[in-house]
């Protein structure tokens, strides 16, 4: 799996967009883009995962830049609720549906 | 709605005690997986389960062993518990092994002393 780069920590105002950016310049052509979320005490989510299109589910918005090499998720009205570790993950489909979580983005938003 | 549980949240036991860590899904999956979480390395694989009485090998099996005697069922056993196994441990599942979501349990806080 290609190695992704997150910042550790974000800060975010309560409704106002939260865009949380990762770095994967080493990413293969049949490797996806996923993203999911661990909210204190609790297991991850899975939230989204894109090719190269941009993505949209009721959670959030995927947009891969057309290089591939970066990728942001965006949660367009964040809450307090959204307040969770944020992991980006890239993976081929055919890799066993093993996925390897990095550090992840501590996203914190404020009321 | 995809349901993972997992028999308890939080466990402590001695060193040297045998533990068995027990995970449900209800959903049909045919893979599970075990994985532990510590501060600072993040999740890592221990083991996971393609089929009924199959098993693989993840990144970090040392230590545990798993069974898998029917399909909804994924046990994790410390044979003898050490304390550098204590962290949290998480259960996942997912459909099929070209499936893109993992359902995560709620984890097992651990404890070995």
């Known amino acids: 799996d290609a190695k992704t780069t997150q910042p550790p920590s974000m800060d975010c105002a309560e409704g106002r967009a939260a865009n949380l950016p990762c770095n994967h310049s080493?990413?293969?052509?049949?490797?996806?883009v996923y993203w999911y979320r661990q909210i204190h005490s609790q297991g991850p989510q899975y939230i989204i995962h894109?090719?190269?299109n941009n993505e949209t589910n009721e959670m959030a918005s995927l947009i891969i830049t057309e290089d591939r090499k970066s990728s942001t998720l965006i949660l367009p009205h964040a809450t307090l609720r959204d307040t969770a570790v944020y992991y980006c993950?890239?993976?081929?489909?055919?890799?066993?549906?093993?996925?390897?979580f990095g550090g992840g983005t501590r996203l914190m938003v404020k009321p | 709605d995809v349901k993972v549980t997992q028999s308890s949240r939080y466990l402590v036991k001695r060193t040297g005690e045998k533990v068995f860590l027990e995970c449900v899904q209800d959903?049909?999956?045919?893979?599970m997986f075990w994985y532990r979480q510590d501060p600072g390395l993040g999740l890592r694989l221990i083991y996971f389960?393609?089929?009924?009485?199959?098993?693989e090998k993840g990144d970090i099996p040392e230590g545990y062993s798993v069974s898998r005697e029917k399909k909804e069922r994924f046990s994790l056993i410390l044979e003898s518990a050490s304390t550098n196994q204590t962290s949290m441990y998480l259960c996942?599942?997912?459909?099929?092994?070209?499936?893109?979501?993992?359902?995560f349990g709620p984890g097992t806080r651990l404890t070995v002393t």
């Open positions: 996942a599942s997912s459909l099929s092994k070209v499936s893109y979501e993992q359902y």
């Open positions: 080493t990413i293969s052509g049949n490797e996806y």
């Open positions: 894109g090719l190269k």
């Open positions: 993950i890239v993976r081929a489909n055919n890799a066993g549906n093993m996925l390897t």
């Open positions: 959903m049909d999956h045919e893979n």
């Open positions: 389960s393609y089929d009924v009485k199959m098993k």
